[in-house]
T-cell receptor, first 112, second 113 residues
Framework: DAGVIQSPRHEVTEMGQEVTLRCKPI?????LFWYRQTMMRGLELLIY????????DSGMPEDRFSAKMPNASFSTLKIQPSEPRDSAVYFC??????????FGQGTRLTVV | DQQVKQNSPSLSVQEGRISILNCDYT??????FLWYKKYPAEGPTFLIS?????DKNEDGRFTVFLNKSAKHLSLHIVPSQPGDSAVYFC????????????FGTGTSLTVIP
């Protein structure tokens, strides 16, 4: 397997625009996680899915953030409208039950 | 509120010496602990884990120690090598209540040749 695949690797957008980050988890993994990396909070869990169902979205900072997992091989994290404070590296990770999580290479988002 | 804490943002160690990275947690329900290593512009990669039924787990140069009463774990790297220079994240999970992993803020390790 190629591992967790995220796209794009880098995204620069203007404030107010919609941003969509994409993730393809490892085949067979039933958990998918979205994290945001910041200096202050480290790796902050935003939301996670189990078998495509959102289980806990309490880490989503605001209603501007939304995530979907329409099938076992694809997930999106959307920010609408984006703000400069959303600038960070966003990671997607997947795992099987009771095992470690495998991370993608991340999407570096810059909102100007 | 940060449930997993790494209080040392950075650590410098001479090549060949021991590196000790520390991590504290607050949630007594956590029963699975992991360390990840992260290089710049890459995603975190799994390094080593330990279950709460153990107090030590060893994998080559890497050993993780768990002190449940103190809610503390540490990662020992012996001997340290320049290629170990990276950011190390501690993570914890309460597997009975879901599979989510809570991460600390990371410790940047520099191994000086």
């Amino acid at each position: 397997d190629a591992g967790v695949i995220q796209s794009p690797r880098h995204e620069v957008t203007e404030m107010g625009q919609e941003v969509t980050l994409r993730c393809k988890p490892i085949s067979g993994h039933d958990y998918l996680f979205w994290y945001r990396q910041t200096m202050m909070r480290g790796l902050e869990l935003l939301i996670y899915f189990n078998n495509n169902v959102p289980i806990d979205d309490s880490g989503m900072p605001e209603d501007r953030f939304s995530a979907k997992m329409p099938n076992a091989s694809f997930s999106t994290l959307k920010i609408q409208p984006s703000e400069p404070r959303d600038s960070a590296v966003y990671f997607c990770a997947s795992s099987m039950t009771d095992t470690e999580a495998f991370f993608g290479q991340g999407t570096r988002l810059t909102v100007v | 509120d940060q449930q997993v804490k790494q209080n040392s943002p950075s650590l410098s160690v001479q090549e060949g010496r021991i590196s000790i990275l520390n991590c504290d947690y607050t949630n007594s329900m956590f029963d699975y602990f992991l360390w990840y290593k992260k290089y710049p512009a890459e995603g975190p990669t799994f390094l080593i884990s330990i279950s709460s039924i153990k107090d030590k787990n060893e994998d080559g140069r890497f050993t993780v120690f768990l002190n449940k009463s103190a809610k503390h774990l540490s990662l020992h790297i012996v001997p340290s090598q320049p290629g170990d220079s990276a950011v190390y994240f501690c993570a914890a999970s309460a597997r009975g209540t879901g599979n989510q992993f809570y991460f600390g803020t990371g410790t940047s390790l520099t191994v000086i040749p």
